[in-house]
Nanobody, 124 residues
Framework: QVQLVESGGGLVQAGGSLRLSCAAS????????MGWFRQAPGKEREFVAA?????????YYADSVKGRFTISRDNAKNTVYLQMNSLKPEDTAVYYC????????????????WGQGTQVTVSS
């Protein structure tokens, strides 16, 4: 059974930075892609970023974070990262990482394993 554990969330002022980590353990990992999603209070979970695990440079971003967030991975550590710069109050949410065996996708349904989430709060 694959487990995904996020870390790195916290409270930061607008304009600041955070780096989230998502470490995989257990089972057979071997994702086709890894993604980050987020859910703000009272809103539906939304896509943030994704990358293809085996191919460097194949990354996708939501328009709302493009140019500010960077997704990356360390294959040897089975870890995916989300570097978040120039944070805004509207980035406040619980951030989740997820694994896909099928595609790099913005759709939640394409991801089979999810972490428990890490809270990011950006103050104005």
């Amino acid at each position: 059974q694959v487990q995904l554990v996020e870390s790195g969330g916290g409270l930061v002022q607008a304009g600041g930075s955070l780096r989230l980590s998502c470490a995989a353990s257990g089972g057979i990992f071997k994702p086709y892609a890894m993604g980050w999603f987020r859910q703000a209070p009272g809103k539906e979970r939304e896509f943030v970023a994704a990358l293809r695990w085996s191919t460097v440079g194949t990354t996708y971003y939501a328009d709302s974070v493009k140019g500010r967030f960077t997704i990356s991975r360390d294959n040897a550590k089975n870890t995916v990262y989300l570097q978040m710069n120039s944070l805004k109050p509207e980035d406040t949410a619980v951030y989740y990482c997820a694994r896909s065996l099928r595609a790099v996708s913005v759709l939640e349904s394409m991801y089979d394993y999810w972490g428990q989430g890490t809270q990011v709060t950006v103050s104005s």
